[in-house]
Every structure is written in structure tokens, then in C-alpha cells.
């Protein structure tokens, strides 16, 4: 059975860091393409940063772009975003995803498992 469980957040003033982890159980990461949603209040889910099979390729929003960084631990088969010099609108519930598909990786819909969603609040 697939489980992933997101780990790492809590509140942090703008210019802080947290680092996020998502634990999978069930499958092995490196058969399966890893993204990072959020979502804020009142808002749909959007694509933060993604990572293919192999992990050479990574993807992420433009607005976080040199901030954040998606990163797989074969080891303890986990994904890791480490986010930097954090954002007031960075603030949302953090979500960790997983595909064996091959659609668009920026979809929602691409992805057939998802966590249960840790909580960031950056504050000004």
C-alpha cells in the first residue's frame, strides 16, 4: 500500500528556511516521477517543484526558482524541498505527489498519490 507522509513545516518570518520531507512507503521513488504542491487559503493547488525517475531532471514554479530546491534520498526513500529566503505568499499547506504517468508534471491531475499535506507559514 502507498503512503506518503509530509514532514517539516511549521511558521517562519520572511527570509527564513524550512526543509520539507516526504516519506514514501509502498513503491520505490526512483520508479516514480515527485512533485511538491501547495495551496493557499481560498486558493487551487499549484505546482511548487517536481523530479523525474532518475532524478537528473527537476522542474520548479517561477516564483521559486533559486529559492527552492526538490531532492531525492535514495537511502531512506524520501523527497526532500528545501526552501530558502521564504516568502510571506509562500504561506500554504505543502503537498507531496507521486506518477508512474507520463502527463504534463505541472498538472494536479498527473498525479495519482498524494499526501496528507504539512502546513508553512511565513510571516512578515
Known amino acids: 500500500q502507498v503512503h506518503l507522509v509530509e514532514s517539516g513545516g511549521g511558521m517562519v518570518e520572511a527570509g527564513g528556511s524550512l526543509r520539507l520531507s516526504c516519506s514514501v512507503s509502498?513503491?520505490?521513488?526512483?520508479?516514480?516521477?515527485m512533485g511538491w504542491f501547495r495551496q493557499a487559503p481560498g486558493k487551487e493547488r499549484e505546482f511548487v517543484a517536481g523530479?523525474?525517475?532518475?532524478?537528473?531532471?527537476?522542474y520548479y514554479e517561477d516564483s521559486v526558482k533559486g529559492r527552492f530546491t526538490i531532492s531525492r534520498d535514495h537511502a531512506e526513500n524520501l523527497v526532500a524541498l528545501q526552501m530558502n529566503s521564504l516568502k510571506p505568499e509562500d504561506t500554504g499547506v505543502y503537498y507531496c505527489?507521486?506518477?508512474?504517468?507520463?502527463?504534463?508534471?505541472?498538472?494536479?491531475?498527473?498525479?495519482?498519490?498524494w499526501g496528507q499535506g504539512t502546513q508553512v507559514t511565513v510571516s512578515s
Open positions: 509502498g513503491f520505490i521513488i526512483n520508479d516514480y516521477r
Open positions: 523530479v523525474e525517475w532518475s532524478g537528473a531532471y527537476t
Open positions: 505527489a507521486a506518477t508512474l504517468d507520463y502527463g504534463f508534471f505541472k498538472s494536479v491531475s498527473t498525479y495519482s498519490y
